[in-house]
């Protein structure tokens, strides 16, 4: 009997110590769910409290090493302005035709003391990327062919806007990460493959319609007086429009004499922790 005793009081520890390993194992598996769960739901959703595209916070927007988000509502939105308190501004010139004036335009910015962010084709890239470069303005991406490129398929998009990235790292060694689309179109596709290529794409809210011929005081009007002009826009100009590099040095007269700063737009823009509001605003979290 005694014997029969000491073997239930043993069957019995063993029982108990199982049980509790299976208790120890139930309770850690519920804590990691809970730790996930958390991660989660705390990476999902942002501080301004929208549902993004998780590869925006995950992995980078469209699969690149840019975090932030560019949804506004369904759509994929570049960066037109960004809201800011600093009285800064941006010019940029396009640069996809012609560059007679460009020297001109580099000497009035010198003047200033401004440096601006110039978009150039794969084309144009080799005629005066290392004078821009040398003179410390932004080196930005306009793609490979000037072409309509929400038409295109995703490779082609990637291709357009990387053989100009090679092509300037070559030139000068500079890491180019700014993109506009030729034309101004886009569409969400395209605005994720720019994302995911490791670039900004960049639109503008101030039209100086140089690209109309229209003159120069209208050039210095349509700019000085635009509408939408204010704390973080961008400006478009064009270096190869016919009365650009004769208005450019009024421009940038009456700008300072609103008080503005004008910088380059890699200093303007949000690199990370950025959402997008309908109209394109880059806004901080």
Not at 34 to 62: D, E, K, R, V
Not at 74 to 100: E, H, M, N, R
Not at 110 to 134: A, C, L, Q, R
Request: hydrophobic share 35%; charged share 20%; with cysteine.
């Amino acid at each position: 009997y005694s014997n029969n005793k000491c073997l239930y009081h043993t069957e019995m520890r063993i029982t108990m110590k199982i049980s509790h390993y299976k208790l120890s194992v139930l309770l850690s598996i519920i804590l990691l769910s809970l730790a996930t769960f958390f991660y989660i739901y705390t990476t999902i959703f942002t501080p301004h409290g929208a549902y993004t595209n998780s590869s925006a916070i995950i992995n980078g927007i469209g699969g690149g090493n840019i975090t932030g988000d560019c949804q506004a509502g369904k759509k994929a939105l570049p960066i037109y302005c960004v809201q800011t308190d600093k009285k800064q501004i941006s010019i940029s010139f396009d640069a996809a035709w012609g560059a007679d004036d460009t020297i001109q335009i580099l000497d009035v910015l010198d003047k200033h003391n401004v440096k601006t962010t110039f978009f150039m084709t794969g084309g144009w890239v080799s005629t005066m990327v290392k004078e821009i470069y040398s003179r410390g303005h932004d080196l930005g991406n306009h793609s490979e062919n000037h072409k309509q490129m929400s038409k295109l398929d995703t490779a082609s998009q990637k291709e357009e806007i990387m053989s100009v990235h090679q092509k300037i790292e070559e030139l000068t060694g500079y890491n180019c990460f700014l993109f506009r689309p030729p034309y101004g179109d886009y569409n969400s596709e395209l605005i994720n493959t720019i994302y995911g290529c490791n670039h900004y794409p960049v639109q503008w809210d101030v039209d100086s319609l140089d690209w109309k011929d229209y003159g120069v005081e209208n050039i210095i009007k349509a700019v000085s007086t635009h509408k939408a002009l204010g704390n973080g826009s961008i400006i478009l100009m064009h270096n190869g429009a016919k009365f650009t590099a004769d208005a450019l040095d009024t421009v940038l007269t009456n700008l300072e004499q609103q008080g503005y700063e004008i910088v380059p737009i890699s200093q303007l823009i949000l690199k990370d922790n950025f959402h997008m509001d309908s109209t394109g605003r880059q806004l901080n979290d």
